[in-house]
């Protein structure tokens, strides 16, 4: 065991002075086992749907108070509730879990202005903005307004309305929250009203709408899976590249190997940005 | 220690892949609400550090195939663990 543990971790002249943990054919072991990793999370993901998934604290009266709050910081006015448009977005959640797609137009060739259409919302401009996966409202909405096309619509001083829809279902296999956001003015601008308490009860009543399949439990991400079995592999890779190097340099040996230096920045970095990369997905 | 020693004996060198590595984390966190562009990101970063071993490895004459397919399997490596977070 001891000597096995030497020959990984340690350089000396059984591995030719290279601890054989950070040799390319252990690199190509560690590609292999990630890839295995992939795999399994595929296949659990289609032969036991909903054991993995994504946990959610959006709400839709939390979505509609940002996206509002936004609005004032940019100079604009509020946008008003409106239950049809959020019928409409409720509906594309709805239709994006029954059919199995994340796009803003749908297999069956389905736009967004369908939805609108078949809600009743006659618009004279709308537009459609979706989330997936996040667990807090504060992060979705910083990544819409980070993104040009996705703040154009939440600070377009031309849409009076918006619905939103937060529906819970399966996607791919995953247990996940999907977010629908639909603007509109309508094509009769007398008909704009403000919020009632009506309208806001629907807004606080509709705010979690479920797809059939799906049951509320603790979730497993895959992305946290692979973010955490991706570390550990880089940790360990790095921890090791910085062990040959110290005792590479104590015994003076020398041979033929890519920059340690190197290969530890480049790991580094990629460490680094596979732990900034944020939550979720929009489009 | 040997990493630091590497770089005391070519500092242009590792100047250079020092800003190749910060390039890469502005850029990846400029584009922070786009994964395509990030995956572009990532992609670029690995190019740019293939290249950086080419002229390294050649500058201190030991760029042999062993080394370059070291390298490759250290970038592969990479490129699949952050692409699969980026779906």
């Known amino acids: 065991m001891k000597h096995l543990w030497h020959l990984l971790f340690v350089p000396h002249e059984r591995n030719n002075y290279r601890a054989s943990i950070i040799q390319t054919p252990f690199i190509a072991l560690f590609i292999a086992l990630y890839l295995l990793n992939q795999s399994f999370i595929k296949s659990l993901s289609i032969i036991r749907p909903g054991i ?67 809600a009743g919302y006659q618009y004279s401009i709308a537009g459609e903005n979706l989330a997936k996966d996040f667990y807090d409202t504060d992060s979705m909405m910083n990544a819409w307004m980070n993104s040009p096309t996705h703040k154009a619509n939440i600070i377009n001083n031309q849409y009076q309305e918006i619905g939103i829809g937060v529906v819970n279902g399966i996607l791919n296999g995953v247990k996940t929250t999907l977010v ?20 806001k009860s ?3 009543d509709t705010q979690v709408l479920s797809d059939a399949n799906y049951q509320s439990s603790p979730t497993i991400s895959p992305l946290q899976i692979s973010r955490s079995v991706g570390a550990a592999m880089f940790i360990i890779i790095i921890g090791v590249l910085l062990v040959d190097g110290y005792l590479t340099l104590k015994n003076r040996n020398q041979r033929l190997a890519g920059s340690s230096a190197g290969h530890v920045g480049f790991l580094v970095i990629i460490l680094f940005l596979l732990f900034f990369t944020g939550q979720g997905s929009i489009f | 220690m040997s990493l630091f020693k590497e770089i005391e004996q070519k500092p242009l060198e590792y100047l250079i892949l020092l800003f190749i590595f910060i390039g890469a984390v502005i850029a990846y966190l400029t584009f922070g609400f786009d994964r395509q562009e990030q995956r572009w990101v990532i992609y670029a970063t690995c190019g740019a550090y293939f290249l950086w071993m080419l002229y390294h490895h050649h500058h201190r004459g ?10 490759l399997a250290f970038i592969l490596l990479a490129i699949i663990i952050t692409a699969s977070t980026l779906l």
Do not use: C
């Open chain 1, 52 to 118: 993995l998934g994504y946990s959610s604290e959006i709400t839709a009266q939390k979505v509609y108070d940002q996206t509002n709050q936004k609005r004032q910081s940019a100079g604009l006015p509020p946008l008003h509730f409106n239950n049809v448009l959020s019928q409409s977005a409720a509906a594309k959640a709805r239709d994006m879990f029954a059919n199995n797609y994340w796009a803003h137009n749908s297999p069956q060739g389905k736009s967004p202005w369908d939805f609108f259409k078949s």
């Open chain 1, 180 to 199: 629908v956001q639909h603007f509109g003015t309508p094509l009769n601008v007398a008909e704009v009203k403000v919020n009632t308490p009506e309208e």
């Open chain 1, 202 to 204: 629907y807004l606080e």
């Open chain 2, 62 to 71: 030991d760029l042999h195939l062993s080394i370059i397919i070291e390298y």
